[in-house]
C-alpha cells in the first residue's frame, strides 16, 4: 500500500492539475477562439491534431521545460536561475495576450499558495521558499514558475508535476473547445484520452532537453493569437 506521503502527494497534483483551480485558465482559448471563427478548427479530429502538434512543437514544451527548471532551482535554492526561467520565459511569449495570460495565472496561483495551506504542519522551508520566489519574480511571475513552486510545496515529485501541468493545459483547452466548436462532453473526453500518448512523448522529450535544445515553431499559435486580439465578439479574454 502507499504510503501517507506518497498519497499526499498524489492528492496535491490531483488538485493543482484540476480545471476548477482557481487561476482564470478557463478565461483563456490560447488562440483557438480565433481558429474556431476562421473555420480552421471546427470538429473533435482537427481540435485533437492541433493539441497534439501543440505538444510536439509548440511553445507549451517551452514552458514545460522552463518549469521543470525552476523546479531543480528551487530544490537547490538557485534563486539566480529562478529569476532566469520567470524572465526568459517573459520573453519568448509570442504576443503580449499570452503573456499577459501567464502573468495573471502566476500571480493567481501564487496568491492562492499564500492564502491555503495543507492540511498539516507546513514546512518553514517551503514556506521560505515561497517568499523567496515572490520577491524574485515580482509582480510579473510567470504560471509555469509559480506552477513549479506549488509542485514543490506540496511535494510532488518532477516527473508528476511535468504530467499535470501538460495535462492542465490540454483539459483546459479541450474544455475551450468543447464550448466554442461546439462539442459534446464525451468527444471532449475522448479528445483527453487520445491525448495521453502525445503527453507521454512530450514529457520524455522535455526531461532529456538541453537549454540550447529549447525551441518551438509556434507560428500558428501567434498568429491566431494576434487574430483574437481583433475579433468582433470574443467569449474568451485577452
Request: a negative charge.
Amino acid at each position: 500500500m502507499p504510503d501517507l506521503h506518497s498519497s499526499l502527494s498524489l492528492l496535491g497534483l490531483l488538485q493543482l492539475s484540476s480545471s476548477t483551480l482557481p487561476v482564470g485558465a478557463y478565461s483563456y482559448s490560447e488562440g483557438l477562439e480565433a481558429l474556431v471563427e476562421a473555420g480552421k478548427i471546427f470538429h473533435g479530429e482537427s481540435l485533437q491534431h492541433w493539441l497534439a502538434w501543440e505538444l510536439r512543437y509548440g511553445s507549451i514544451q517551452l514552458e514545460a521545460a522552463a518549469m521543470v527548471r525552476t523546479y531543480r532551482a528551487i530544490a537547490t535554492d538557485d534563486c539566480a536561475a529562478i529569476l532566469y526561467w520567470n524572465a526568459w520565459l517573459s520573453a519568448v511569449r509570442e504576443t503580449e495576450e499570452l503573456r499577459s495570460q501567464s502573468w495573471q495565472m502566476g500571480r493567481s496561483l501564487l496568491r492562492l499558495l499564500q492564502d491555503t495551506q495543507p492540511n498539516r504542519e507546513p514546512n518553514p522551508e517551503m514556506v521560505t521558499k515561497l517568499a523567496e520566489v515572490q520577491q524574485v519574480c515580482g509582480h510579473h511571475c510567470n504560471f509555469a514558475i509559480a506552477f513549479a513552486l506549488a509542485a514543490t510545496y506540496w511535494q510532488i515529485d518532477e516527473r508528476s508535476a511535468l504530467f499535470g501541468y501538460l495535462f492542465s493545459w490540454a483539459n483546459n483547452l479541450v474544455g475551450a473547445g468543447v464550448r466554442l466548436i461546439p462539442l459534446g462532453q464525451t468527444i471532449g473526453q475522448q479528445i483527453l484520452l487520445n491525448l495521453h500518448e502525445a503527453i507521454e512523448l512530450a514529457s520524455q522529450t522535455i526531461l532529456t532537453l538541453s537549454d540550447d535544445d529549447l525551441a518551438a515553431c509556434g507560428w500558428g499559435l501567434s498568429l491566431a493569437s494576434m487574430t483574437h486580439e481583433t475579433q468582433y465578439s470574443r467569449l474568451f479574454r485577452s
